[in-house]
């Protein structure tokens, strides 16, 4: 009688067990979805989540991307503690969308003006052969205004998607098109500020033997000759032809962030260290040491379009 009794007690708790843990797992499964709400100063904003808790978040100001986390909800990507979420700043960290320009190499100001300016979502993107299973994305769209061709006089339309993938990959891919009757040249990044948990312990590899521009030296050309790239003092580089993919290596958090780019030939590395980051009014501190800028770049051979003509690039972010 007693076995018995026992036997039901135990099977009760069994029960609410298994019940309580199947409901809590169905209430916080997490579904692939697209948000669009409100982001900081009320700016537009677009959460992408995937199943397993990988977020992306972007503005569109700028279509630039603000925060990347993984599954467990850690932070990738590095946003400046004294960023400015105001039009016509630039929001500092995330990833920047530098087009038409890099830097000063040409007549615009500093990185050219899709990071300034505002992007539409784009709910009919021009057909879009993605590579990419059970993403969740959104097609953004610039094109310039009337202002935009006063300062570059140049047609021509914008499309960017970005993917956050099923393994929590963020992937962005580029398409711009010369809508225009004449040819036109543009340098090109995606400015991609990393979260480090110490530049003094960051390493960065895939540069050995290639060339770069350094932009502290007046862009004087050396040789990398460094396996691995450590950083102890300003670094601000454009290297150039480098392979498909390079890595920041973060020993502390044990993470390695994997940039693959494709049709994009150059990789920019910056940091500004302790005395530049002075001069940058919306940079912290002591921020430098939390972020190393790892970028995929179209620099040393400006790109030529052909009126009609559409370049597309792209780049995959992961980390593991
Ligand atoms: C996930 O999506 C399915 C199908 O659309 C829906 O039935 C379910 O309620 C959603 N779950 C959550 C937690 O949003
Ligand atoms: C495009 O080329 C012209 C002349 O060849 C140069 O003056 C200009 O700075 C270039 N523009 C960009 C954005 O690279
Ligand atoms: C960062 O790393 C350097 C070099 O290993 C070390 O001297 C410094 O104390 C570290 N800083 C922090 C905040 O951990
Ligand atoms: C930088 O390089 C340019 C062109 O290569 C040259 O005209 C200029 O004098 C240089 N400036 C300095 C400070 O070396």
């Excluded at 900081?40 to 977020?55: A, P």
């Excluded at 543009?186 to 979260?195: D, G, I, K, L, V």
């Excluded at 350094?214 to 862009?219: G, L, V, Y």
């Amino acid at each position: 009688m007693i076995s018995h009794f026992l036997y039901l007690i135990i099977s009760i708790t069994l029960w609410m067990q298994y019940t309580s843990v199947y409901a809590d797992e169905v209430s916080t499964a997490k579904n692939k979805s697209i948000e669009i709400t409100k982001g900081i100063n009320g700016l537009d904003k677009v959460v992408l989540s995937q199943i397993h808790g990988s977020t992306v978040e972007l503005y569109l100001y700028g279509a630039h991307v603000t925060s990347w986390k993984n599954e467990h909800g850690e932070e990738l990507l590095f946003v400046s503690s004294k960023a400015i979420f105001q039009p016509p700043t630039a929001i500092r960290g995330g990833i920047p969308i530098i087009f038409p320009q890099f830097s000063n190499l040409g007549p615009l100001r500093s990185h050219g003006f899709a990071r300034n300016r505002v992007w539409t979502i784009d709910n009919n993107p021009s057909p879009f052969p993605s590579k990419t299973i059970n993403g969740v994305f959104v097609d953004l769209l610039l094109k310039p205004t009337e202002d935009d061709l006063k300062i570059w006089p140049h047609s021509f339309e914008y499309r960017l998607r970005v993917t956050l993938g099923l393994n929590g990959d963020l992937i962005m891919t580029s398409r711009i098109r010369n809508v225009d009757t004449k040819p036109f040249n543009f340098t090109f990044a995606y400015h991609n500020y990393f979260s480090v948990s110490n530049i003094s312990e960051v390493k960065v590899v895939g540069m050995k033997g290639l060339d770069y521009l350094d932009n502290t030296k007046n862009r004087t050309r050396f040789t990398e000759n460094r396996d691995v790239i450590t950083i102890n003092s300003e670094i601000d580089r454009i290297y150039l032809s480098t392979p498909k993919k390079v890595a920041v290596l973060d020993h502390k958090k044990k993470q390695t962030i994997t940039v693959q780019k494709d049709g994009l030939l150059d990789a920019v590395v910056w940091n500004p260290w302790e005395e530049r980051a002075k001069t940058i009014v919306d940079l912290g501190a002591d921020d430098y040491k939390l972020m190393v800028c790892v970028e995929a770049a179209a620099i040393g051979k400006p790109i030529i379009l052909k009126p009609g003509k559409e370049w597309k690039v792209s780049q995959k972010l992961s980390a593991r």
